[in-house]
Structure formats: C-alpha cells, structure tokens
C-alpha cells in the first residue's frame, strides 16, 4: 500500500479510519446487469491499483449486479492477498437479490411481494439473510453494513433491533443509513439510543455540486450528532467531469439513475455550475472530475465514494486530496444553484 499519497479520517465520530476517497464499485459486475458495468475481468486490477494508492475503503451492495460486485471485492482480497484488516469493506441490504440470473432492475426488485416477499425490505428476517448472503459472497465479514433505503412498512424498531443483533453476532462492525428524510434517520438513531442499540455512523446520501438540498436538514444533522457523510456520485454520475454538451458516454445512455438524478432535472443553472467547474479546472490545470471531488472534501467530515474504471481515473481521485480552492473559488461554483425537487431515489 502507498505509504504517503492517500490520507486517512475518522468516519463520523466512531473508531473507525477510511481513506479520504471511498472506492464504489457499482460499476464492478455485469454488464447483464447495466451496459456501463465492468465484467470481472476488467474489475480486479482496478481494485488492486486503488488498494496500491492507498484507497483502502471499498463500497458495495448485494443489489449490484445482483451479489456480482460483492463476490468480484471477495476475489480481489484473496487474488491480490490483501490481508482483511488492512482494508473497510461497506455493503449495504434492502434490495431483494435475483437468484436466477436474470439481472432484473433495482426497481424491480424492491417490492416485497410475489418473487420477492421477505427478500427485499428490512424485516428482521431480510436483514438477517441479507447479511449472510453477503458475508458469504465478500468470504468475509462486514465492516459498515448500511440499510440501502429505508422500508417504511416495517416497524423502526424492528429494524434498529436487528441492525443491532447483526453487530452484535460479529458478522458486522459498525451500522450505517443511506438516503431518507433527515427526520426520519433521526428517528432511527433515536430508538437506538433509547434502547442502548448499536447506532448509525454513517449516512450514504446524495450531494454534489448539482444537488445541494442535503445542505438543508441531513447534513447538519450528521455534524451536530457525529455521524460521518459519505455521498454517493459527487461527481454527480459524471455530469461534473465533462463539459455540458459532452454526452456521447456509454453511461450517459444506458444509466437509468443519471437520467433520473441529474437530467431529469438539469436547467440554465446546472449548465452555469458545469461551465464554471471546466472554467476552473482549465485555470489550475487539473480536471473537471478533481474540482468536484475538490469541492466535496471542502465539507467536514464529508468523504465521497468514487465509481472509478480505470488506473487514470483512480490515480487523478487520489491526486484530488491535493486540489485546493479557495473561499472565492467555493463560493463561484456554487453560486448558479437553484433548489430542485428531490426524486424517489433520493429518498
């Protein structure tokens, strides 16, 4: 591992150290799954290069391409002999996982009814079967398990109580929640506290550049209780590391979340923030993607989770940690944003 290119943070207030760039590995599956996931082939020297850069935080979930990305980090800690306490592996549960190969949609496989009844949600008994699933395809335990969404049909007790018997049977480390109301995570981590349970400390949630409505109740929440921010597509699916009228991706067409979370709802405004991001990376000579990635680590305890697909993209992350910018550059970036609405896969 590199001893002096990465940098090393408490998440939240616990124990617990990750490197300032959490590695995702959404993007490390099947293309079964989704057009712009990468096979398992082209997946593992990825998570070498960015264990050898220092990036010893990796994030995943049984949904991504359904147990693949979990089963491809498991493989890349016996392939390259990582030793296990050398690295924070965070997967998350919620989503009911396909066992016939046929790589349905996340969206079809949140409702817990017909294939999927008592295998998606956060029931006791989900969460339970969840978690052995994973350890099972990771080959071995958990550090931060997260609830991938929140099953508002179950009792919040009921899922608080299990998130602490999980930890407290050693398949898990530490707890985490990913994007809900902030009222709603604070009703969780209340029951908890109520109960002397195991807390979160940690919320996945989505903040960028582009979509700044955490700003408002989550993320002062998480300050003022300690709990540590690690948000998903800081670069907000790539929109904020290519100019505006940069769309001939793969991704930008077969990415059903991007078209959701960011075009959907794209204005003058967005257009505004994205030519400022190109204007200020040409005028430091670095890239667009190092300005957002930048930008996110101006928040404290704000360390973001990186989809990363190839040794360029892993290396100009870890070189991000670097980037600089100033009050007045902060405030150029961000002065176009308007308030938008918050869609269904923000909460």
Known sequence: MADNKMEY????NSGLKISKIILGTMGYGSKQWQDWVLNEEDSLPLIEHAYKQ????WDTA???SHGKSEEIVGKALKKYNIPRNRVVILTKCFFGVDDEGKFPPIAASGKNDGPFVNRTGLS???????????????GTYIDVLQIHRLDRDTPREEIMKALNDVV??????????SSMAAWEFQSLQNIAERNGWHKFISMQNFHNLLFREEEREMIPYCRDSGVGIIPWSPIARGALARPWGSRSTVRENTDGALKMVVRSRESEADKAIIDRVEELAKKKGVSMAQIAIAWSLTHPGENPILGLHSVERIDEAV???????SPEEIKYLEEPYVPKAVSALER
């Open 9 to 12: 943070v408490r998440l939240g």
């Open 168 to 177: 407290e049977s050693g398949k898990v480390r530490y707890i985490g929640a």
């Open 54 to 57: 220092g990036i010893n935080t």
């Open 319 to 325: 070189a991000a940690i670097k980037v600089r910018l």
């Open 62 to 64: 049984d949904i991504y």
């Open 124 to 138: 006791r008994k989900h969460i339970f079967d969840a978690v052995d699933a994973s350890v099972e395809r990771l």
